[in-house]
């Protein structure tokens, strides 16, 4: 079933393995597992409430790159209990655009960063290294971790040369110079967990340099299910950016040396997107599948853009999308979407069954709130008939709902105010009227307690929970979205909205954030402390 790679995708299979080490490629022939267990340019738009910045660099046509695979890293040793990583940061030089260099700030070096798959009960340390000229703070989306390897956006690690510099900048948090371990119990619920910056003031431009990753966590329950696996198994993390005439990263910076003064310039206060989609790093990549059922596990790691993601195409029978996870892993029982609307650092965990096509049909993945370049994500191919023993449960797990009879309410909300962002008295983004002030701690839950928090918004506001998920009860006070359902940890705040959730924390005392995954609203100040007690 194998076909041999022609010569366009050998061309670029040695351009990608020389720049990046071991990218596997993206195409497949049956779903076996695999060795490890495991265009046009987009107007300004109003898609997610700011402007999309314009490429100056020739793009290229959609559907003509193929759709990489991150690569699984290999733990550096492992005793009975735990496996551990060394991932260091570093700046790198890649073909994003057909034929331009781009410089990254990636893990290991690729954007994006290499895939982490662990499972449940064993511990993952990540031993990191930051070999970049600034601070960075890694922080593991999704994860049950203790306080302080949760990544707090002043627990800097500093560059290994020339670090003290910033050591000022480790406000309220503790610096380390060059390295850190990060130690990830994952004793919880498997999920598409993903890693990234979080330096405060400087998450906006060091993510959209290329500091992001999956961290695929499984257990025995999933195991168990009999969804698509192995090769038909894909995890597809969408962003978009854009980029200057020579294939420089455009990103509207204050500072572009990232070294003081955080932000982004006035134009793009409601956001940073740019005008190219890109998928596991390729722009509107494409995919040849199998006539058969495929799993996607859909990341929005974009800074500030939200989609809304359909096929063209639809299936002549049936939904476009079955549903069976969310951002905290699998749901009760499967959904059905036709649209999936998906906000940044959200995760729909999705089947897609090719076999309702015809072979040699092309669907793409659109994007119903783009316009132009934005409108399109990528391509699949079907391009032959394959067996398939997949299916996809009436019931996938269990989702027992919280408790919220004594809960209190916590009122949180998210709109545009002023900040000292500093020293300039400037606009920015605000948390129950106050900016981020990484000394001061906002709220005080108990470990134990179901508490409901009510997050409000003026605008669109992707609100994020560190430590414990989530469920939504309610929107304005009216049912919730269909992609509302199951464990959540981000939510998909719409303009002059408000979201009832419940929330219970467990298990580690300490502080953490809440904040707006919109990573310019969060680098100006769109975060909130809270701590933890017994
Ligand atoms: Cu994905 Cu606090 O972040
Ligand atoms: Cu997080
Ligand atoms: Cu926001």
Not at 225 to 249: H, V
Request: glycine fraction near 10%; include cysteine; charge should be neutral.
């Amino acid at each position: 079933m194998t076909e041999p790679p022609g010569p366009e995708r050998r061309r670029f299979l040695r351009t990608l393995g020389a720049l990046t080490g071991a990218v596997t490629l993206g195409t497949t022939a049956g779903c076996k597992s695999p060795g490890s267990d495991a265009a046009a340019s987009g107007a300004a738009g109003a898609e997610f409430g700011g402007r999309t910045i314009t490429s100056a660099a020739v793009l290229p046509k959609p559907f003509t790159v193929p759709l990489p695979i991150p690569p699984v890293k290999r733990p550096s040793r492992s005793t009975s209990g735990t496996d551990y990583y060394d991932v260091t940061a570093r700046e790198a030089s890649v073909e994003i655009l057909p034929g331009l260099r781009t410089t990254i700030m990636g893990y290991d070096g690729i954007f994006p960063g290499p895939t982490i798959a662990a499972r449940r009960g064993r511990r993952t340390v990540l031993r990191y290294r930051n070999q970049l000229g600034v601070p960075t703070v890694v922080h593991l989306h999704g994860g049950h971790t203790p306080p302080e390897s949760d990544g707090f956006p002043t627990d800097l690690v500093l560059p290994a040369t020339g670090g003290a510099r910033f050591a000022d900048q480790a406000v309220g948090g503790t610096a380390t110079t060059g390295t850190r371990d990060y130690t990830y119990p994952l004793d919880q619920r498997a999920a598409t967990l993903w890693y990234h910056d979080h330096r405060m003031g400087f998450t906006g431009p060091q993510v959209w340099r290329g500091l992001a990753g999956f961290l695929l966590l499984t257990d025995d329950e999933e195991q168990a299910l009999p969804l698509p696996r192995g090769d038909c198994d894909i995890p597809l993390m969408i962003t978009d950016r854009a980029f200057d005439a020579d294939g420089a990263f455009n990103y509207p910076s204050m500072d572009t040396h990232l070294s003081a003064m955080p932000g982004v310039d006035a134009a793009h206060m409601a956001g940073a997107a740019g005008d190219v989609v890109l998928v596991n790093g390729a722009p509107w990549p494409e995919l040849e599948v199998d006539a058969a059922r495929y799993r996607f596990r859909v990341l929005n790691a974009s800074n500030a853009r939200r989609y809304e993601l359909a096929l063209d195409p639809e299936p002549p029978s049936g939904t476009p999308f079955t549903q069976i996870g969310s951002d905290q892993g699998l749901l009760a029982a499967p959904l059905q979407h036709s649209v999936l609307p998906i906000a940044p650092a959200e995760r729909f965990d999705v089947v897609v069954d090719f076999s309702r096509y015809p072979v040699g049909t092309r669907v793409t993945l659109t994007n119903r709130a783009g316009r132009g370049g934005t409108s399109r994500v990528m391509r699949f191919v079907v391009t032959r008939r394959a067996p398939d023993d997949s299916r996809i449960p009436a019931r996938l797990s269990t989702v027992e709902a919280l408790s919220t009879a004594s809960a209190r309410t916590r009122p949180w909300m998210f709109r545009k105010g002023k900040i000292a962002n500093m020293g300039a008295n400037t606009a920015g983004w605000v948390v129950n009227g106050r900016e981020f002030d990484p000394r001061r701690v906002d709220a005080a839950p108990r470990l134990g307690e179901v508490e409901i928090w009510r997050l409000a918004t003026d605008a669109y506001h992707p609100v994020h929970i560190h430590l414990s998920p989530f469920q939504v009860l309610s929107r304005n006070g009216g049912p919730i979205d269909p992609g509302d359902h199951g464990w959540k940890d981000t939510i998909d705040l719409r303009p002059k909205q408000y979201a009832d959730v419940a929330i219970r924390f467990d298990d580690h005392a300490g502080r953490y954030l809440l904040h707006c995954h919109n990573l310019e609203h969060e680098d100006m100040a769109m975060m909130a402390t809270f701590q933890t007690t017994r």
